[in-house]
């Protein structure tokens, strides 16, 4: 390494940097003990909540909303629908293509679930003003940005 060249830790963006990193690896800790009552897992609780909000998206979409590859989708989407959580069903026009449909079970789990991570939210961040939030969305949304087409580049 180059003497002239600072350390990490030296950046003054250093602390920013692993406040986040900490704050979002203490988040997925929280979040997956609170959910262990429902046996599910925080990857299991992304689908869940995109299957929720998206019914009928296909396994290809939400891999790509969830920023994973399509091993990580393999190997969880025969969980969930071993469990009864959710349902694979082959496009009308496309057989190749497989929709993903929550079943009543998984929409029953995935509202038990949404409250709890709600109420995680809401004990974690309600100290912080709104316009704070808010402020602070807008930087992460920023950073997302960068590192999303970071990995455009690279592709």
Known sequence: MNKNQPLPWDHPRFRSWIAVARACQLMQL?????LADLDIKTPHLDILINLYRFEGISQ??????????????SML?????????????GHEKDKRVLRLFLTEEGRNVTEKAMVIQTDLIERVLSPEPI?????MATSMERIVAVLQQDLREDD
């Not at 891999?63 to 990580?72: D, F, M, P, T, W």
């Not at 989407?77 to 069903?89: D, V």
């Not at 316009?131 to 402020?135: F, H, I, K, V, Y």
């Open 30 to 34: 929280s979040l997956g003990r609170s």
């Open 60 to 73: 290809q979409e939400l891999a790509r909303k969830l920023l994973v590859g399509r091993s990580n989708m």
């Open 77 to 89: 989407l025969p969980q969930m629908e071993k469990r009864g959580l959710i349902e694979r069903k």
């Open 131 to 135: 316009d704070q939030c808010m402020a």
